[in-house]
């Protein structure tokens, strides 16, 4: 996460939309920096200058999905509330984060597969990062008597970021509905 960290230049993350654009588009393999070059409207040269290749390019949007997804879901946890509608607000930051580009293009697989090869390192430590923020939640609300846990918070937060990730099959229009519901459950059945 440390390369999302350092993406605090606005042509940076400007390259990285344009990136994502194209590998949505035509997917990983089929996309040239020059195509990236072309499309964050900059010479293929002055793109080598922000980052060494397609692969650098794809962890850095890893990196700042999870610095995002992160940031957005502490801000949701530290609100007030019912369990349910606090878990329904950070469970929705998981849905916003997606973009549609991904569950819908005709690369979107190719590119989570690619995703996964590339990026496994940053995928533990940004889930590791998740599981902490809502196994400090669960702490924090059964330590003030507000939740009732039936395992570990670590081991329950672990559950519900699976539960969470299982809801996300076709048809994609459905997954924040599901989601949704899902927190629900989950709050509800949480409440002391």
């Not at 692969?55 to 609100?79: D, F, P």
């Not at 889930?127 to 702490?139: F, I, K, M, N």
Request: one cysteine or more.
């Amino acid at each position: 996460m440390q390369e999302a960290q350092q993406l605090i230049d606005p042509k940076a993350e400007a390259i990285l939309e344009a990136a994502f654009g194209q590998f949505a588009a035509y997917g990983f393999r089929r996309t040239s920096m020059e195509d990236i070059a072309k499309a964050a409207g900059m010479s293929r040269p002055a793109l080598y200058l922000y980052f060494a290749g397609k692969e650098a390019i794809l962890r850095a949007l890893v990196g700042l999905y999870y610095a995002r997804l992160g940031n957005a879901v502490e801000a949701a946890l530290a609100g007030a509330g019912a369990p349910d509608e606090v878990l329904e607000r950070a469970f929705a930051c998981h849905a916003a984060a997606i973009p549609d580009a991904v569950l819908r293009a005709a690369h979107g697989e190719e590119l989570l597969d690619r995703t996964a090869a590339l990026c496994g390192d940053i995928f533990v430590e940004g889930e590791g990062r998740l599981a902490a923020l809502y196994a400090d939640w669960l702490s924090r609300e059964a330590n003030a008597g507000r939740l009732r846990l039936a395992a570990p918070p670590r081991e329950l937060a672990g559950t519900m970021l699976a539960a969470a990730k299982g809801t996300k099959v076709a048809p994609y229009d459905a997954y924040p509905e599901r989601l949704r519901l899902l927190a629900r459950l989950l709050g509800r059945g949480l409440r002391a």
